[in-house]
């Protein structure tokens, strides 16, 4: 596609359960990035991929949150055993590469995960 | 601290308007890049225009230009002749580092500015 895509678009879950968000990147894009969106926090850098690789992932909330990407492609993020306050929205974006400062970041369009 | 600092929650502009949405930020950084985002009620972010640290001019896009200045560190939004459609949240953000080929990390966004543009 043109565009970031994201699915689920919305995911109500219970808590205590799994979830798993996904990201298709623009196509040749080969930085990947996912933040998260709340009203209490604002807008949280999560963690970055160049390539396959996650050079630093200690800005995961927890470590209920993994996060991977394989072929440099699609990038999944899963929230082990939810909590009420996992409810967000995340968002992915993907730029040309992660190099440069002056790499734009293209958004998707986001998932609105509600934990109840 | 706060790496990025926007002061007004909301505005009301009258349509056609020019109007200027503040942004001031903290680095010690050398090397760094300052977006502007838009997120209209749909939710989706909108790339709307970047700055760089060693740039000597400032950005323009459009109807959007950017009033960088790096000595009192901020980095205003100017949207000229203001329409309807530029109602949203408006984000200012910073990306750090980069330079040295080791990678630049996400970016830092504030807490953004709810533009509302009246008819």
């Known amino acids: 596609g043109a565009g970031v895509s994201q699915s689920p678009s919305n995911k109500v879950t219970e808590k205590g359960k799994d979830v798993e968000l996904r990201c298709d990147p623009i196509?040749?894009?080969?930085?990947l990035y996912w933040y998260r969106q709340s009203l209490g926090q604002g807008l949280e850098f999560l963690i970055y991929f160049q390539g396959n690789s996650a050079p630093d992932k200690s800005g995961l909330p927890s470590d209920r949150f993994s996060a991977e990407r394989t072929g440099g492609s699609v990038s999944t993020l899963t929230i082990q055993r939810t909590q009420q306050e996992d409810s967000a929205v995340y968002l992915c974006?993907?730029?040309?590469?992660?190099?440069?400062?002056?790499?734009?970041?293209?958004f998707g369009p986001g998932t609105r995960l509600l934990v109840l | 601290a706060q790496k990025i600092t926007q002061t007004q929650p909301g505005m009301f502009v009258q349509e056609k308007e020019a109007v200027t949405l503040d942004c001031t930020y903290d680095t010690s950084d050398q090397s760094y890049g300052l977006f502007w985002y838009k997120q209209p009620s749909s939710g989706e972010m909108i790339f709307l225009i970047y700055?760089?640290?060693?740039?000597?001019q400032n950005a323009t896009e459009g109807r959007y230009s950017l009033n960088f200045q790096k000595a009192r560190k901020s980095a205003n939004l100017v949207i000229s002749a203001s329409q309807l459609g530029d109602s949203a949240m408006y984000f200012c953000?910073?990306?750090?580092?980069?330079?040295?080929?080791?990678?630049?990390?996400?970016?830092?966004f504030g807490k953004g500015t709810h533009l509302i543009i009246q008819p």
């Open positions: 700055q760089g640290s060693y740039d000597e």
């Open positions: 974006a993907s730029s040309l590469a992660s190099y440069a400062r002056q790499e734009t970041q293209y």
């Open positions: 196509s040749g894009h080969t930085a």
């Open positions: 953000a910073m990306r750090e580092g980069g330079d040295s080929g080791g990678g630049a990390d996400g970016l830092t």
